[in-house]
């Protein structure tokens, strides 16, 4: 009867992720978020070298050298979009299905199943079509703490998937596990606290250690792989302009002159640097050191200008604000303190757990009382630690603060399922509220992605059109302005979104002969291999050569000049002349020595 019981779930839970897989494909398209996610697609796949590449730079090697292998049986179709896709829908498999089995009642699993299938739509809804490798880590993650939570020995193998859902995660996006591993802890923390006895704590003791272990493992795979002297000196330069551009800022030219000169850096090399052109890797001479020595420069100056106190006071107003503002979402990158409905769930589920141990007061003893309030209290202490640390970053978008929204809520809708065995039926009227509220949403991210479709489209007319040449000039290699490769600026249309790449569409993984003059990919190894097969030594010499052409935005304000005053500052006098305009955005510049 158990195992028919469980085979029901099974199906259940595979019909209830389909039909979130076939709603998504009906409203929508699947893309890449970023332009960050296209780029690594490119090294895995071989369209950036010419060879499915396993270092990878922002993922581990294992998972690396995993998604590459397929890319090498099957080199035309997109196993890395279909990769993020697949942990994201089987994410919503094992959540409904965990929660299913939880429920005795045939009206409780009814109730359950519709809570996940329109949290699913209503509130993650359009991260399962906008795939970003960020959110995708912080959702394995928080699946494997709901997995713990609801963990019954000797019943299921919740323990043993977790663990695996903890070390995918790890390997895809390291440093988004460890912004949420934190509350996983807490989760198993929780776990404990709530059986309190000896056994359960070694238990749990083992999982964190196996996990700690199987981390520090894979961690050391991964510096093995990249341990050559190239990939160690691109490594510093990874790291360097994380900590520039990332968290800190860069001063301004003038006022700081004394400070650049210092570095041997002039005007034009000052240009590369900043936000406004960005294309780094122009200059070999702009490496590890001078990054970090203006993100040290910076975060001093920022020191000085805004006290830490000042800071942690700021970062705590913006904290409750996000808390308690409850306006709905417009558009699908929404403001940094707009969260509804995230934190509507979270604090009707805070008010639920607790609420579900009080009510009626003879299902409760005071000691399980005293341990579901100090358990809660734990679990806020820590997300306000987290929340605070990365508004205190400067960097708090949805790939980010959503999984931690998501982490916590599945920890509190997992504590509340467990308590659904002990008491009557309140925890299942808070699980029809988060629903309801779930389900009131849906019309809302149906209108966001709507938008987003729309505007992705018009920004397709013009990058399809613009690879479509570079296709089409295969001779001929194009070094892509960096602000450029993100949007055509003036020449967007009204709406228009920036650049990202439709999954399963268009695919050609074949080598490409263009690459960007800056981010987070230049200087890397990867890179003086893909200039290597064009026949070029570094950027600075390549761009000279005959078949070499600069891509720019059409209406830059600033034009083309930067690159003339950057070439003489080099003791190299250059003639900048403009050869086609593709797609009323974009000018293809020949650059060539006077």
């Given at each position: 009867?158990k ?13 209830l992720?389909?039909i ?15 332009n ?6 490119d ?33 035309g179709?997109?196993w ?30 009814v109730?359950?199943a ?5 949290f699913?739509?209503g509130?993650i ?9 960020t959110?995708?880590c ?14 019954k ?21 390291s ?6 591993f934190?509350?996983?802890c ?14 359960e704590f070694f ?6 250690g196996i ?11 991964h ?6 002297p ?5 490594s ?6 994380t900590?520039?551009?990332?968290f800190?800022?860069v ?19 000052y ?8 294309n ?6 702009i ?5 970090n020595?203006?993100a040290?420069?910076a975060?001093?100056l ?6 830490f ?9 913006k904290?409750?604000?996000g808390?308690?503002?409850?306006s709905?979402?417009?558009?699908y ?7 509804c ?24 003893s ?13 679990l ?66 149906k209108?966001?992605?709507?938008s ?12 399809d ?6 296709a ?16 055509c ?15 399963f569409?268009?695919?050609n ?16 190894p ?22 070499a052409?600069v891509?720019?935005?059409?209406s830059?304000e ?13 003791g ?16 293809i510049?020949?650059?060539?020595e006077?």
């Amino acid at each position: 009867m158990k195992k028919t019981k469980n085979t029901y779930d099974f199906i259940i839970s595979l019909l209830l992720t389909f039909i979130a897989v076939l709603f998504m494909g009906y409203i929508g398209d699947y893309f890449f978020d970023l332009n960050d996610d296209v780029l690594m697609k490119d090294m895995l796949s071989g369209a950036y070298t010419g060879a499915p590449e396993a270092h990878n730079i922002q993922m581990l090697y294992p998972i690396s050298a995993f998604i590459s292998m397929f890319y090498r049986v099957v080199r035309g179709f997109d196993w890395y979009g279909f990769f993020l896709c697949t942990c994201q829908y089987l994410c919503v498999f094992l959540i409904s299905y965990k929660a299913l089995k939880l429920s005795r009642k045939d009206e409780h699993k009814v109730l359950t199943a519709l809570f996940v299938l329109m949290f699913s739509l209503g509130v993650i809804g359009a991260h399962f079509l906008f795939v970003q490798y960020t959110f995708t880590c912080g959702f394995l993650s928080a699946t494997a703490a709901f997995l713990i939570l609801t963990h019954k020995k000797d019943a299921d193998h919740n323990f043993g998937i977790a663990f695996w859902l903890i070390l995918t995660a790890f390997l895809l996006r390291s440093e988004m596990l460890l912004l949420t591993f934190p509350l996983v802890c807490v989760a198993i923390f929780i776990r404990w606290m709530l059986n309190m006895n000896k056994e359960e704590f070694f238990e749990c003791l083992k999982l964190f250690g196996i996990i700690v272990a199987a981390l520090a493992l894979a961690l050391g795979i991964h510096r093995f792989a990249f341990s050559l002297p190239e990939w160690k000196e691109y490594s510093d330069i990874f790291d360097a302009r994380t900590e520039l551009y990332d968290f800190q800022y860069v001063p301004e030219y003038e006022a700081n002159k004394d400070f650049y000169d210092s570095l041997g850096i002039d005007k034009s090399e000052y240009r590369l640097i900043t936000f406004e052109n960005y294309n780094i890797g122009l200059d070999d001479e702009i490496d590890a050191k001078v990054l970090n020595e203006v993100a040290e420069y910076a975060n001093k100056l920022r020191s000085d200008e805004e006290p830490f106190a000042e800071r942690l006071k700021a970062a705590f107003s913006k904290y409750i604000y996000g808390l308690h503002n409850f306006s709905r979402q417009n558009t699908y990158e929404i403001d940094s303190e707009n969260y509804c409905p995230w934190n509507l769930i979270v604090i009707l589920l805070y008010i639920g757990v607790l609420a579900s141990y009080i009510f009626p007061r003879q299902d409760s003893s005071q000691k399980e009382i005293l341990r579901i309030v100090g358990a809660l209290a734990l679990l806020f202490i820590c997300r306000t630690t987290l929340w605070i640390y990365i508004i205190m970053g400067r960097r708090a978008p949805i790939r980010i603060t959503h999984p931690l929204y998501l982490i916590e809520i599945l920890v509190l809708f997992a504590i509340l399922l467990r308590r659904a065995d002990k008491s009557r039926a309140l925890p299942y009227k808070v699980v029809f509220a988060v629903m309801l509220i779930s389900l009131l949403f849906v019309p809302d991210q149906k209108k966001v992605i709507d938008s987003e479709m729309q505007a992705r489209e018009l920004m397709r007319k013009h990058y399809d059109a613009l690879y479509d040449y570079f296709a089409e000039n295969s001779d001929n290699f194009y070094f892509i302005d960096v602000y450029t490769s993100i949007s055509c600026e003036n020449d967007m249309e009204e709406g228009e979104a920036t650049f990202s790449e439709k999954l399963f569409d268009r695919v050609n993984n074949e080598y490409a002969n263009h690459d960007l003059m800056g981010g987070w990919g230049v200087k890397s190894p990867l890179t003086i291999k893909k200039y290597s097969r064009a026949g070029y030594s570094d950027m600075q010499s390549g761009l000279l050569a005959q078949n070499a052409y600069v891509v720019q935005s059409e209406s830059d304000e600033d034009g083309i000049g930067w690159i003339i005053d950057y070439y003489r500052d080099k003791g190299i006098e250059v003639t900048v002349d403009r050869e086609k305009i593709i797609a009323d955005a974009f000018a293809i510049y020949a650059v060539r020595e006077k």
